[in-house]
Structures are given as structure tokens and as C-alpha cells.
């Protein structure tokens, strides 16, 4: 089973930036595609952000084109998210998530505000 650990979360206004890790233990990690996800509400649907595979192609929610980053170091077993121009509309739980093995990162709160 993969564990995914998300960091780098926090209160940040409007029009700044942060930068989300997700970290991975398993020999898997290099082998697989990851996604970022996020809820904006506990109820509300997940809805992708963007995925990155494991030949370093990229997609991205139309919402986040042209902001955000997703990126990959398989030798830390890492994916970063790197998110700039934020908007309130932004705030949300960030997850990651592996398809190959259904795990789920714990989720990290990013709140931007006005």
C-alpha cells in the first residue's frame, strides 16, 4: 500500500502563491501517474486539478491553466503543485491521489483570501 503525505498548505491572499508537495513511499511512485484533487466543502465533489504522468505529461482543470504547475522528482518520490495568481475561489482540501494502487493523501487546507 502507498502512503501519500501532502505539505506545504496554508493562508496565503489573493494574487500570491504556494507551492503543495505530495510525498510517496513505495517503488511504485516512478511507475504511476498522480493526481492532484480538491473539495472546496465536506459534502462537495472532489474535482481534478491536474495529473501528471509517468512520462511527464500534463493536464489541468481549465479553472488552473496558466496558474498552476504540477511537476514530478521521482528520485525524492515526490509531485509537487506549484500555485500562483491564487484566487479565493481556489480555497479547498488538496489531496493527492495514485490510480494504480487507490491511495489518497490525508489532504491539506489551502484557503485564500480577499
Known amino acids: 500500500q502507498v502512503q501519500l503525505v501532502e505539505s506545504g498548505g496554508g493562508l496565503v491572499q489573493a494574487g500570491g502563491s504556494l507551492r503543495l508537495s505530495c510525498a510517496a513511499s513505495?517503488?511504485?511512485?516512478?511507475?504511476?501517474?498522480i493526481t492532484w484533487y480538491r473539495q472546496a466543502m465536506p459534502g462537495k465533489q472532489r474535482e481534478v486539478v491536474a495529473?501528471?504522468?509517468?512520462?511527464?505529461?500534463?493536464n489541468y482543470a481549465d479553472s488552473v491553466k496558466g496558474r498552476f504547475t504540477i511537476s514530478r522528482d521521482n528520485a525524492k518520490n515526490t509531485v509537487y503543485l506549484q500555485m500562483n495568481s491564487l484566487k479565493p475561489e481556489d480555497t479547498a482540501v488538496y489531496y493527492c491521489?495514485?490510480?494504480?494502487?487507490?491511495?489518497w493523501g490525508q489532504g491539506i487546507q489551502v484557503t485564500v483570501s480577499s
Open positions: 513505495g517503488s511504485i511512485f516512478s511507475s504511476s501517474a
Open positions: 491521489y495514485i490510480i494504480t494502487t487507490n491511495s
Open positions: 495529473t501528471i504522468t509517468s512520462r511527464y505529461i500534463t
